[in-house]
Each structure stands twice: as C-alpha cells, then as structure tokens.
Nanobody
Framework: QPQLVISGGGLVQPGGSLRLSCAASGFALDLYVIGWFRQVPGKEREAISCISISDGSSRYIDSVKGRFTISRDNANDIIYLQMNSLKPEDTAIYSC?????????????????WGQGTQVTVSS
C-alpha cells in the first residue's frame, strides 16, 4: 500500500527553522517526483517545491527560494524540506505528495497520493 508519512511540523518563532520529513513506502519512489505543498484554511493549496527522486533536480516557488531546501535520502526513502528564516506567512498545513505520471500539475506531474499533512505555525 503506497504511503507517505509526514513529520516535523510545529510552532516556531519568526526567523527560526524547521525540518519536515516525508517517509515513503509501498511504491517505487525512484520513479516519482515528490512535491511539497501548503494550504491555509480558506485558501487554495499552494505548491512550494518538488524534487525528482531519480536525478535530484528540484524546483521552488519564488517566495521560498533561498530559505527552503528540498532533499532526498534515497537509502531510507525520505524526502526532507528544510525551512529556514521562517516568516508568519509560512504558517500553513504542509503536505507531501508523490507524482508518478506526467500531467499538468506542479513540476509536470499528476499527484497520485498524499501524506496526511502537518501544521507549521510561525509566530512569536
């Protein structure tokens, strides 16, 4: 059964850091693109970063470039999102998703399954 399990959210002060983890199991991760998304209640979900597991290429939206870093641990099938210099506007529920087939979604993929989401709150 394909599964993505997210951990690492929480409360952090502005300027602080958090690292989110997305642990994958039950599917051939190296065939996928993993995307990180966030959503504020009442607003549309926003794609923020993606990484190709096969070649490590990645992409970021402008608002997180230079602050967030996506990476992969191929040995353990974990994808990380390191978030530095966090701002109150980064507050959201963060999710990861696996995109296996080409499509019109973020980073050219259709996202087949999703992790459960984790709350990130940036506040003093």
């Amino acid at each position: 059964q394909p599964q993505l399990v997210i951990s690492g959210g929480g409360l952090v002060q502005p300027g602080g850091s958090l690292r989110l983890s997305c642990a994958a199991s039950g599917f051939a991760l190296d065939l996928y693109v993993i995307g990180w998304f966030r959503q504020v209640p009442g607003k549309e979900r926003e794609a923020i970063s993606c990484i190709s597991i096969s070649d490590g290429s990645s992409r970021y939206i402008d608002s997180v470039k230079g602050r967030f870093t996506i990476s992969r641990d191929n040995a353990n099938d974990i994808i990380y999102l390191q978030m530095n210099s966090l701002k109150p506007e980064d507050t959201a529920i963060y999710s990861c998703a696996a995109g296996g087939s080409a499509g019109s979604g973020y980073c050219g993929r259709e996202y087949d399954f999703w992790g459960q989401g984790t709350q990130v709150t940036v506040s003093s």
